[in-house]
């Protein structure tokens, strides 16, 4: 079954190319990366794909609904964690849940059992009545990844999921969203972390310049192959390059 | 190398200013920006002289609101950058960058100063001052500038040095208190605090005035350089669940926007006090100009009309309380509308800013008394154009009603809207007082079309913003 398709997806804002035909299509069940560097267009796919921006030209799917037409049923259906956005200032993250709990329809009771849950998964159960804007960015990073699921979502949206997290709440991260992928439930992850996207995505999206320039399974890299030799091949990079400029 | 060093961060600095505020006044149209405060400076300026206001009290207020200025300025640059966060997203100003250069943050400070008031001087005084031309002040120009920039720094160095204190903990606060005790002493014992101010060089030059004048700011500005500590931070806030309890007072708020909205301005600074607190300077304000225009006219107005018509404005400044501490990219990850989201700032907008205005509406007409026909009309004036401001700030600036005072075409737009609206009123209210039926009736109906233009400014603002948003 597919969760997301998209067709000759097409955005730019004034005279620059976000996007130019990108066509790539996430099946149910995957843990699927977009990869690229920094500019390429993953935050903005990410955007029309849960219908916060429309795209100039193209047509998206997004678990059976038209995000462009529809964009509110399809951010029922799924969760969103976006690379930018922090949790309301003046809420505390308790509060924060409770709204989201409000807006999503979900029942008190277990919602609060959801958010005791993972606020001991990510190890942030004493800032829970502390206001957001008192939290440091990496706090504020477990609140908005517990929001992303606390409606037990079938597909999810993250935008640099590992950002501002210490070593082993992003082990715990990683292994959350291995599990969560093995339930049957799909990830669409966009990232330029090259390690991340080798050890835990079923497949890897290149995207450059707006276009998808490459696919690729980590699982079935051949010996002394490396995602990052693949990146490079698709991107036209160079580390030793990069190297030189700097020296 | 030190004099280079401040000289390099002053050209930078500078730039940074420059390139903020052309982002913030839509890049091309800043260019337009002096010439703008030039016209409605001598407009204002006209406009007072012609209302029979002596020139001196005109030149002793401007001296006023340019303290109240540098006074704001100094707290943009060392405290506002939450607001500024809302307008231009992540903010970092080379002011903030002592953790990060080996740079100390006094010279930064310093640097800061010095820059504000070249800057402002140059780019926003200069043209103000100009304007005075037009009302035959020429010859005092030069002067009348120099000591605008001298009260705006002023003004700076205050809230600076207030602020530097204030990183110091207890003892800096003893030192505060002292210093506001002291004056207090002075004033009460017949020193005139405003001989110790550059007002005074402008009301009779002489080097002693310039001393005065002069002391303060340096001595304000030393003693905020030397105490401000960069590194302080406050502890966390923390507070019980008030979301649930909250949502289930409010009966007509399933989906909890308006207790989030509700929230966000209670728990910033100022709380909920602020609205009043906002809403009771413009009846202040407007209390004192009704008294003007009762004796510039030589009629007594209709203090029901005039109050309902300027306590409308309260409007604006109540959404820019429901929508300053707010984004709207929160909401777009969420299965919820656009039209929900304002629909919940228009209903947390009547729970706060109506009754605000309508009480003090009542306070008005109670102190000063009015005929029963025309508070019954000023309290439909009233919510007639608290509504339609309501709709046309959200029409013309969507969830950014702060960008009205960056942006000269918006602003031009809007003041055009708002005046259409109530100068038809106020000439009413002021000189056709008592009001007869007639009158009355036609000021009704004016309030049910203003009322109903807003709600469908509104109702057209969603479509309009949601196409905006979602174009990105």
Known sequence: ?247 | MAGTLSRRLFVEMFREEFRLHARLFGGRRFAAFPLFVALVGAGAVRLLVEAGIDPEATTAGFHALVFAFGLHTGSIGLVGRDAMRDLLGDLTLLVFSARTLPLSSRRLLGVFLVKDAVYYAALFLAPLSVGFLAVGLGLHVALLWATITATFLLGIAVTMAAIALSTRGAPGWSVLLGLAVAAGLAWTAGVDPVGFTPYAVYEAPSLGAVVRAVVPIVALSVLGIATYDATTTSPSRTAGNAFESWRARLWFDADGLVTKSLLDVARSSGGFTKVPFSAGILFLVSVGMVDLAGRLAGVDPSIAVSMGAILGLTAFTTYNWLTQFDALGIYLLYPISLRAVFGAKFRAFLVLGLPTALGYFAIAVAWRGSPAGEVAVGAVLLVGLQLYLFGLTVYLAGFRPNEFLFDTVLFAAFTAAVAAGIVPVLIVGFVLAPVDAVALAALALLAAVLGGAGVGLYRRAVPRWRRRYRAG
């Open chain 1, 1 to 247: 079954m597919t969760a997301i398709r998209t067709e000759g997806l097409r955005k730019t804002y004034g005279d620059v190319t976000a996007l130019a035909d990108l066509s790539f299509t996430v099946e149910t069940g995957e843990l699927f990366a977009l990869l690229g560097p920094n500019g390429a267009g993953k935050t903005t796919t990410i955007e029309i794909l849960t219908g916060q921006l429309v795209p100039d030209a193209g047509t998206v799917e997004v678990v059976d609904t038209d995000p462009t037409a529809e964009p509110v049923e399809t951010r029922r259906r799924v969760g969103i964690l976006p690379e930018q956005e922090s949790p309301p200032s003046f809420l505390t993250p308790r509060e924060y849940f409770d709204f989201v709990g409000s807006v999503r329809g979900l029942d008190p009771a277990p919602l609060r059992d959801r958010v005791e849950t993972w606020a001991e998964r990510l190890s942030y159960t004493e800032k829970l009545d502390t206001l957001n804007t008192d939290l440091s960015r990496g706090q504020q990073q477990k609140v908005m990844i517990t929001q992303a699921f606390l409606h037990d979502p079938d597909l999810v949206f993250i935008d640099e999921p590992l950002a501002n997290l210490d070593p082993i709440v992003q082990e715990r991260v990683k292994r959350f969203l291995a599990r969560y992928r093995d339930d049957g439930n799909t990830v669409f992850l966009s990232t330029h972390d090259i390690d991340v996207a080798e050890e835990i995505c079923s497949r890897v999206g290149i995207v450059s310049e707006g276009r998808l320039v490459g696919e690729r399974e980590p699982g079935a890299l051949g010996r002394g192959e490396s995602l990052l030799d693949t990146f490079l091949d698709s991107v036209g990079g160079s580390i030793e390059a990069t190297a030189e400029a700097t020296d």
